[in-house]
């Protein structure tokens, strides 16, 4: 018995054994393809196509293809890069015997000289990305790269993954920006490669102004923004374009790859990421919000963002102009992303990141140039300028969390305040409510106030009276009837909230449970006026003898100024 139980056993393990081998040559045997009978014979062994320029292997399963970049032949060479002697190029800022290879760049230098002006990279994307659709009179785009000191033989990488990576058809120009480097044939040089123009700045200017400059110049209706150390993936450009060209109003960034700065490996990035930040306008790469998540059926849609990362992404220049392009009067570099991704929202527009593109960067920990005024004034003097412009009384956590942003200069914001009118951009309260509700405001300390005019004190009566009365008492010894909370946006004492009864002039104000949801009970501080923020109508005692109600806001009227007053 024990013999035939044995046998059984090992009867059933070979049959597994043999299934399982028979499954694994099914899901690799050789599939033709259906196009022709070339294609057939040059596509042998699982799955694989042939496509100008590249080798794709694909599979039915989820697993990423493989995407190897062949070097182009010779003769197509000599057309990509024209008249320019790469080797001589190359040569001409090769490292020394001896030298740092992180001083100059912030990255590994050798490393990238070692690689050359190309190689192959992995496709990073979804599977499903390869069997979509674009429509073939996409609108060709200029591409603008600016730099400063940038190591030759990444520069030159970029401008080839760009070239060999793209539909000709939709690359107009390389628009390349010199922002004042060292050696100006860093540039000059590559404008001998067909498509690339090089424009050089007579001083540093920085990213931001370099990229206006570029945009000004450029010839397309696209623009593409690129950084100057980044390779390009496989049909990086066409999900980008047609995103565009479906919406004029929408701004598009791929996914942005990780380039290690020491051995330059390509490593993918997760496809579940957006754009964040923190109260000090610090960015900062986020996950999905789960409900967004889970309504993602489909892992090519689109992600909304609430900030882009502000090195690559595409945008219509006519919208670009129309939107007021940059803040120019910004240095150098940072909270430019910012100020460009609160305007784009608040004034008509979306950000999205795009599964379906993917774009290489090296991400270094430090910077390699000099900033006018340091890096730390800089960045703060350029978030500064857009917290004022456009966060609204939310500024105020801001300077909360970024205390060394007081009192530091930021120029003046007058022209970026009027462009703000005339765009009739909405409140940074609609941005937050509707864009990042998930960034938190901070928590405020409940602190115990009277609400002064003059020698008279707001006061509740009875259940839910309100009215003016003489102030009593000193400190903390007031009358619980005079001490009130103001925690944005309810104005409380203890579980009752000031509310309005209507939403219309004349409406009296009136004490309430508590509801934070509830729009009538939500109040803003508007210089010394208690603004309530759905009405837009502001706090009137009238006559000392009426009862409160909400009238039309006007500056300076006695009747609306308030003076909060601590007692505790």
Known sequence: MRRIRANAIAILTVAWILGTFYYLWQDNKPQSSPSSSSAQTRGRGHGLKGVSGRLEIHRDDRTIPLIVTQPPRPDAQGQLLGAL????????????????PYREHAFNQQESDRLGSERAIRDTRHYRCASLNYDKDLPATSVIITFH?????????????????????????????????????????LSQIPKVRCLRNGRREGLIRSRVRGANTASASILTFLDSHCEVNSDWLQPMIQRVKEDHTRV??????????????????????????????????????????????????????????????????????????????????????????????????????????????????????????????????????????????????????RPSAQGKAFGSISDRQTLRRKLDCKPFRWY?????????????????????????????????????????????????????????????????????????????????????????????PRGSALQHMVSGLCLDSQTPTGPPVITQCRPQVAGQTWEPQITT
């Open 252 to 401: 598009v960034s791929p996914i942005i790859d990780v380039i290690s700065l020491d051995n330059f490996a390509y490593l993918a990035a997760s496809a579940d990421l957006r754009g964040g930040f923190d109260w000090s306008l610090h960015f900062k790469w986020e996950q999905i919000p789960i409900e967004q998540k889970m309504a993602r059926s489909d892992p090519t849609q689109p992600i909304r963002t609430p900030v882009i990362a502000g090195g690559i992404f595409v945008m219509d220049k006519s919208w670009f102009n129309h939107l007021g392009q940059y803040d120019t009067h910004m240095d150098i570099w940072g909270g430019e992303n910012f100020e460009l991704s609160f305007r784009v929202w608040m004034c008509g527009g979306s950000l999205e990141i795009l599964p379906c593109s993917r774009v290489g960067h090296v991400f270094r920990k430090r910077h390699p140039y000099d900033f006018p005024e340091g890096n730390a004034l800089t960045y703060i003097k350029n978030t500064r300028r857009a917290a004022e412009v456009w966060m609204d009384e939310y500024k105020q956590y801001y300077y909360s969390a």
């Open 432 to 524: 937050m409510e509707n864009v990042y509700p998930e960034l938190r405001v901070p928590e405020q300390e409940a602190v115990s106030s009277v609400l002064k005019q003059g020698g008279l004190c707001l006061e509740t009566r009875g259940t839910d009276g309100i009215g003016l009365a003489e102030c009593r008492g000193i400190g903390a010894n007031r009358p619980q009837s005079q001490k009130w909370e103001l925690i944005e946006p309810l104005i409380r004492q203890q579980d009752l909230c000031l509310a309005i009864s209507a939403f219309t002039a004349g409406s009296k104000v009136k004490m309430e449970s508590c509801n934070g949801k509830e729009p009538r009970q939500k109040w803003k």
């Open 149 to 189: 000191n940038e190591a030759r033989s990444t520069l030159l990488r970029t401008i080839k993954s760009v070239l060999m990576r793209s539909p000709p058809s939709l690359i107009q120009e390389i628009v390349l920006i010199d922002d004042f480097s060292s050696d100006p044939e860093d540039c000059q040089l």
């Open 85 to 100: 002697d790469e080797k001589a190029y190359l040569a001409g800022k090769q490292l020394k015997p001896g030298d740092d």
